[in-house]
């Protein structure tokens, strides 16, 4: 099936820019899906299609998508931020999500 | 946006099977297909299956295909995993999960995860 790949960490100092990526064969053709994961919480989606932020979810956190790579921003990034994020998408081949392996979020 | 609470963790032996619960907490999600995901440690997540509202209608990841079931009991609301012949490669945190009711192609509910863990 449809392979995202995601780099494991990424750091950032408070106050500063944090782009973390989503690579696959021509994923700017899909739709992109992003997802914040904190330790005993549930998951919860920051961005849906490509760039399209649910209530709640500050303006802070934008999302693209382009050729073989997605990118998830987060602006001005809070200690809060600090979490796992992981991409998914729908894959029609297979007929069924198909996720990243997600990246650590480190606010130094 | 639908809060779905899921059963407490268990630990299982190699062989075994387990029988994860998944209800909403406070409305009902009948319209909603719940969707099956695990999270290994330090993997990512993977999609296990789906069930529809009706529960009439499940469709599960071919490798996955032939231990997995989803049913759903429209009486009590509550939407049950039961994975069979456990392995240790099994150990993970299962998660259901809830699409809008207009959409299909992501997941707006998710609950908080059940630690499955294999171990003899």
């Known amino acids: 099936s449809f392979v995202l790949t995601q780099p494991p960490s990424v750091s950032v100092a408070p106050g500063r820019a944090a782009n973390i990526t989503c690579g696959g064969n021509?994923?700017?053709?899909?739709?992109v899906h992003w997802y914040q994961q904190k330790p005993g919480q549930a998951p919860v989606v920051v961005i849906s299609y490509d760039n399209d932020r649910p209530s709640g979810i500050p303006e802070r956190f934008s999302g693209s998508n382009s050729g073989n790579t997605a990118t998830l921003t987060i602006s001005r990034v809070e200690v809060g931020d600090e979490a796992g994020y992981f991409c998914?998408?729908?894959?029609?081949?297979?007929?069924?999500?198909?996720f990243g392996g997600g990246t650590k979020l480190t606010v130094l | 946006q639908v809060q779905l609470v899921q059963s407490g963790a268990e630990v299982k032996k190699p062989g075994a099977s387990v029988k994860v619960s998944c209800k909403a907490s406070v409305n009902s999600f009948t319209g909603n297909f719940v969707h099956w995901v695990r999270q290994a440690p330090g993997q990512g997540p993977e999609w296990m299956g789906i069930?529809?509202?009706?529960?009439?209608?499940?469709t599960y990841a071919q490798r996955f295909q032939d231990r997995v079931t989803l049913t759903r009991d429209t009486s009590t609301g509550t939407v049950y995993m039961e994975l069979s012949s456990l392995r240790s490669e099994d150990t993970a945190v299962y998660y259901c999960a809830t699409t809008p009711l207009d959409d299909f192609y992501y997941f707006d509910s998710w609950g908080r995860g059940t630690l499955v863990t294999v171990s003899s």
């Open positions: 998914q998408v729908w894959d029609d081949r297979s007929d069924h999500p198909v």
């Open positions: 069930i529809s509202p009706g529960g009439d209608s499940t």
């Open positions: 021509n994923i700017g053709s899909k739709s």
